[in-house]
């Protein structure tokens, strides 16, 4: 059996908890989970100062193996991802492929502007929901998942997020029982 692979894209000013919180859970779950720094720099400073060293830079990464996408909101983060064309070039081949991708809080903005939520259901930081092109906006769930893609709504939300993504990329089992042991 191979082993599942992660991808957590961080570019400077993203949301710190909504990045470390889905490493740590996946990390947890024995899922191969890289931190993907977008710039030509291993340092990525987020949105409150706390600096992160990615495993790798984008330049230098292959995403071929990739079973999850994940991208962490913020401000300015998540215009850095958006604005980043290779990266969104990664994010179209994976959906096309119909792998799991999972955006929290703005991130999902990037798929709702790529076209990639045509018809799901969708939740993000309420300020970016006129960005979720196509999508049905789910305003009174923290997580919602439809289809190969996750959205959450916040910071708040990460664990949930985080729980959710083990739950697509593994079982019901694994995810309720590491909820079980951070106590949730």
Do not use: W
């Not at 919180?21 to 899922?31: Q, V």
């Not at 969708?122 to 979720?132: D, G, T, V």
């Not at 919602?144 to 990460?158: C, D, F, L, Q």
Request: charged share 20%; glycine share 8%; aromatic share 4%.
């Amino acid at each position: 059996m191979s082993t599942l692979k992660a991808y957590v894209f961080l570019a400077d000013g993203f949301e710190e908890i909504e990045a470390v919180t889905p490493i740590d859970i996946l990390r947890r779950a024995n899922i191969d989970t890289s931190i993907i720094s977008i710039s030509d720099n291993k340092l990525v400073v987020g949105a409150h100062g706390i600096s992160i060293e990615a495993d790798c830079i984008f330049s230098e990464a292959r995403f071929e193996d990739a079973d999850a996408l994940i991208l962490p909101g913020g401000l300015p983060g998540t215009t850095n991802l958006s604005n980043h064309k290779e990266l969104e070039q990664v994010i179209l081949a994976h959906h096309t492929s119909k792998k799991l991708i999972a955006a929290i809080c703005a991130a999902p903005s990037i798929l709702g502007n790529l076209g990639m939520l045509d018809g799901k259901e969708a939740i993000c930081y309420p300020s970016f929901e006129h960005q979720l092109k196509g999508a049905e906006v789910s305003r009174n769930k923290n997580v919602v998942k439809s289809g190969n893609i996750i959205t959450a709504k916040a910071a708040g939300s990460s664990i949930a997020f985080a729980l959710e993504i083990v739950r697509s990329l593994q079982n019901d089992e694994l995810s309720s029982k590491i909820g079980e042991a951070i106590f949730i």
